[in-house]
Each structure stands twice: as structure tokens, then as C-alpha cells.
């Protein structure tokens, strides 16, 4: 069975399709890439894992192959954070890493995620070769000088994010808060980093769970339900949160509100363009709120739109060319950090934002509705079935004049296809590169015209 890199790296079930046997040809095929590469005096690789069901075990076959291909491979000693890779692939100047992880996808399932020498996922280009030497299920030649070293990233890590946080203006605001890693490789970060700045911190899940509480490691109003109440009952200044991998964020306000993935990334972009004094651009991609394109401009800055999947984004940052790349799925990354999302640093942007601004992230919020307007932005999964998968191709080719009496003005297919309303409003439809669905992507001006506008969507992929 053929394997398939998505929007963030090959996924699967456990025991099912990723198994052993699958495990030993893909890092082959990985290895077999590498030797392609013009890169041979650059023997270091680094092999990490998320905290799931069997992560190290599949490290340790990855480890072993990839050594006696002759890499000097530094094993990750505990599950470790996405960002804390990227950041030790530049760090220990490696070819590149190989993480075990899947994300925010449910328990069952695990994932093997391949980034190159800049730090960055793998562009499709890349991963395509990988899958077709996949295919070909070559054995190396096991070659002398190779070496598992074992390899703790985070302290390198951690120091990083001290030139980056304005942690003097956050220590000195005195704020409260709570951190959720969300049993994943989060622990040990947030709590710490804050903690060691004199500042209070009641942590939560801060221990390995490989079924995650029965739940998908996403940072969603379900999986952050105790640190949303502990915000609330307690007073704190922020929650924050971290998915399964540490590259998603998730920030609760003092009053107990979800801050919406869209609306951080406007916050911060307005954030940073006027405390860093940054004019260079921003990006986001095509299922990302148009709020951010408002900021942009109400701060003079270039909007860059990319495909769905980080790495596009990536490219931006390893350019110089942006202050800040985010996705709606809660991921970003700011100038001079790693073309990656870093849940981390997101996190610790927004406990900035607060400090330094006194006022909540809802507070800087409104300020930015008062000046470019309110934008409701929302989506929604197709579970993909047979049945849609017949029909799905053919009805993302059409080019309707209208929607259930919306008038279409233009089509965007960039990535999936976004169709432009006469009223201002917009839809997306694209298949996940993550999970077997079709999500759908909307915004609108109001509330209850955006849930409508979503059902509207889903009517027309499915009739």
C-alpha cells in the first residue's frame, strides 16, 4: 500500500497502516533521499517524538536505520515538541529530523513528519521523492561512522525564546496564569520559561496520557475545559495551551473567552508591527480569517495568501519577507524565528500583548474591530466518505454563478476553492491534508449570516 505525505507529514492508525515494517521504509526512503542530496559533508540527523503510544519504539528503529547509514543521529531522550526540533535542526547545523508525531489527531493514530536543513516541514517536492523511493522499498548499505547519540533539545530551546519574549515586561506586569500541555510534549515548557520569570503559574494534564483523555490533543473549548474554568474562577490572566506536538497554541482571556485561532493572529500582527516597529509583510493562508488582511493594511504592511500547510509559510520566513505567517488551525511563527508553528511562542506573544499593553487580548480585540471592522469566521468538517469522494472532485471543479442565491464574484483556487459573495462573504471547500474530511471555510460580517453561510456549503458539497 502507497503512502501519502499530507498537509504536515504521513499519517495513520497504529497497527493498522503504521507499523513497523512501515516505519523501517519510510526512514529508508527518508535515508535514501538524503543521499541524493548535495548535503554529504552534513552527516547530523535528529529523530524526535510526540507523546504517543509507542513514539520512542518507532524513534529507536528510525535511530538505528538512519545510523547505519552512517548519520550521527541525535535521539530525542524525551517526547519533544515540534518548534524544539525546528529549532535544534538549525541549532546542531543537521541535515534535517525525523518526528514521530501526529499532531492533533485523535490517539489512535501516528505520523512520521520529515523537515529539512532550514527547519521547515518538507515542501511537496521532497516529499513526493520520499514516497516514491517508498514505493521502490530499496535496503541501504549500511555504511561505518554512524552513531544514536541521546540528545536533550530543550535547554537550547528555551534559551532561544529568551531573546525573542519581552519576559522583563511580562515579570513585570505580575500576571497569574494556567498552562495546559494537554498530556503532550508541551509539558515542561510554558510553566517553566514563566515560573523561572518569578510569575505564577497552575499547570494542568502535565503528565504523558497516550489516549490523551479520550479526546483528539487539539487545544479546542472541549480538550481546555479545566483551564477554561480555572481562568474564570480563579482570576488568572491568561490560559494558555498547547496540542499534542507543541506547534499549536491555544490562549484563554481573563473572563474565561476562547480567543478564536483567527483573531490571535490579528491581534499579534497589530501587536508586532507596532512594538517591534516591523514593516516587512504577512501571511496567511487561504482558509485564514481576511481580519488579518484589515490589520495589514490598517498598518501599511503586504498580505501574502499561501496554500494550506505551514511550510508554505515557512519558505516566507527563511525569505525575510514577512513579521508574521499564520493559519487558522492555530499555528504561527514571527521574523527570525524557524519557518514552523511554535504553540510556544504564540502562547508567550500573547502573554507579551497583555503585559505590555495592559489590556486583554478581547480588549485589543475591539480596539480592532473599531478600526477595520468585525469579521465572523468559522468552519466546518464533511466526514469523507465514498460517497462524497465520488462527487467531490467534480463539484470543486464547477464554477456556479451563484451559492443558494449568492451571487458568486470570483473564484480563488489557490488551494481547495474559495468562492468570493457579491455581499462580502466567503467559502472555502478543501479535502484535509490531515484527516479523512472535507473542511469547509467561511466568513461573513455577521454571526448568524456566517452559520448559515456554512450550511449553505455543506448542502452544495453534498446534494
Known sequence: MPIRFGTSGWRAIIADEFTYRNVRRVTEAICSYLKEGSQNDRK????????????????????????????????????????????????????????????????????????????????????????????????????????????????AYLADLETKIRFDAIAAAKGRYG??????????????ILRGHGLEVETFHDWRDVTFGGMSPEPGERQ???????????????????????????????????????????????????????????????????LVDRVAASRGLKLYETPVGFKYIGELIIRDEIILGGEESAGLSIRGHYPEKDGILACLLAAEAVAVRGKSISAQLDEIYSRVGKLESGRIGVKLTDEVAKVLKEKLAREPDSIAGRKVEKINRLDGVKFFFADGSWMLMRPSGTEPLVRIYAESEDQRDLEVLLEQGRKYLLD
Open 44 to 155: 547530523t540527523l535528529i529523530v524526535g517524538y510526540d507523546s504517543r503510544f509507542m513514539g520512542e519504539k518507532f524513534s529507536e528503529v528510525a535511530a538505528d536505520i538512519a545510523s547505519r547509514r552512517g548519520h550521527r543521529v541525535l535521539l530525542c531522550n524525551h517526547p519533544t515538541p515540534t518548534p524544539t526540533i525546528a529549532h535544534a535542526i538549525r541549532y546542531e547545523n543537521a541535515l534535517g529530523a525525523i518526528n514521530f508525531t501526529a499532531s492533533h489527531n485523535p490517539p489512535e493514530y501516528q505520523g512520521i513528519k520529515f523537515s529539512t536543513a532550514d527547519g521547515a516541514p518538507a515542501l511537496p517536492e521532497i516529499t513526493k521523492r520520499i514516497e516514491d523511493l517508498f514505493e521502490l522499498n530499496l535496503d541501504g548499505d549500511d555504511v561505518s561512522g554512524g552513531t544514536v547519540e541521546e540528545f536533550d533539545a530543550r535547554p
Open 224 to 290: 481546555m475545559a479545566e483551564l477554561i474554568a480555572a481562568v474564570k474562577s480563579k482570576t488568572l490572566t491568561l490560559g494558555l495551551a498547547t496540542d499534542g506536538d507543541g506547534d499549536r497554541f491555544g490562549v484563554v482571556d481573563s473572563d474565561g473567552t476562547l480567543i478564536q485561532p483567527n483573531h490571535l493572529i490579528a491581534v499579534l500582527t497589530d501587536y508586532l508591527a507596532e512594538s517591534r516597529g516591523w514593516t516587512l509583510g504577512v501571511a496567511r493562508s487561504v482558509a485564514t480569517s481576511h
Open 179 to 192: 498552562s495546559d500541555p494537554l498530556w503532550g510534549t508541551g509539558r515542561g515548557y510554558l510553566d517553566k
